[in-house]
């Protein structure tokens, strides 16, 4: 079945370790990817987006996201996590009419 | 962020009530949709609306019944409510004109408790 995968469903880190949160999916053809994060009580919101270009993307609070075609993966990375980071997050791909979500990855940081 | 509103933000009701999720924006997107949250699972979208004449069912449409009264309104139904309801929903709205690149602006979130 066509999907969203996120292979982690919670991780805790410290401050200033690097993070790494995977997302495979299985859709063909072209897509766009994103990922989302919901911080404690609050509502869904985009942190970064790819379409076209650049397979590396950047978004806000210093994450980034690589999209490799060939692995069908958009893994989030973000080199120094702060206790401010704690939150679930979502990858999601756009197919056109509408949007799939990965089940989440709640990610821990601790002071 | 108060473009995409969300009414009530929780609601406990019991099993066989109908029960409507209202949601409004003032963003001007066409596009409106209606997900559901649940612990392990992430978002399913329930329906989905690209203008008040175009409304989709999403992947777990059945139970739901949705009405787009107009652009700015998009309000989703359960007929009867059952337990397996229960869980946190969103509505979230998107710009026709970004098409597939489009990001999807969320609301605050409806947390609905069937007993």
């Known amino acids: 079945a066509q999907s969203v995968s996120q292979h982690n469903h919670h991780v805790i880190l410290s401050e200033a370790a690097s993070l790494e949160l995977g997302c495979n999916y299985s859709?063909?053809?072209?897509?766009?990817l994103f990922w989302y994060v919901q911080y404690p009580g609050q509502h869904l919101q985009l942190l970064l987006k790819?379409?076209?270009?650049?397979?590396l993307v950047k978004g806000i609070k210093g994450f980034e996201a690589e999209f490799i075609k060939s692995k069908f993966s958009f893994n989030l990375r973000k080199p120094s996590v702060q206790w401010s980071d704690t939150a679930e997050y979502f990858c999601?791909?756009?197919?056109?009419?509408?949007?799939?979500f990965g089940a989440g990855t709640r990610l821990t940081v601790k002071p | 962020d108060a473009d995409v509103t969300q009414t009530p933000r929780n609601r406990i009701t019991k099993t066989g009530k109908r029960i409507m999720l209202e949601c409004s924006q003032t963003?001007?997107?066409?596009?409106m949709y209606w997900y559901r949250q649940d612990p392990g699972l992430g978002l399913r979208l329930i329906y989905y609306?690209?203008?008040?004449?175009?409304?989709n069912k999403g992947e777990i449409s059945d139970g739901y019944s949705v009405s787009r009264q107009a652009q700015a309104k998009f309000s989703l139904s359960l007929e009867s409510a059952i337990p397996n309801q229960t869980a946190l929903y969103f509505c979230?709205?998107?710009?026709?004109?970004?098409?597939?690149?489009?990001?999807?602006?969320f609301g605050p979130g409806t947390r609905l408790t069937v007993l």
């Open positions: 979230a709205t998107s710009d026709r004109l970004a098409g597939a690149t489009d990001t999807q602006y």
């Open positions: 999601a791909v756009n197919l056109g009419r509408d949007m799939r």
């Open positions: 609306s690209f203008d008040v004449k175009d409304i």
């Open positions: 859709y063909g053809g072209t897509v766009n």
């Open positions: 790819y379409f076209s270009g650049d397979p």
């Open positions: 963003k001007g997107h066409d596009r």
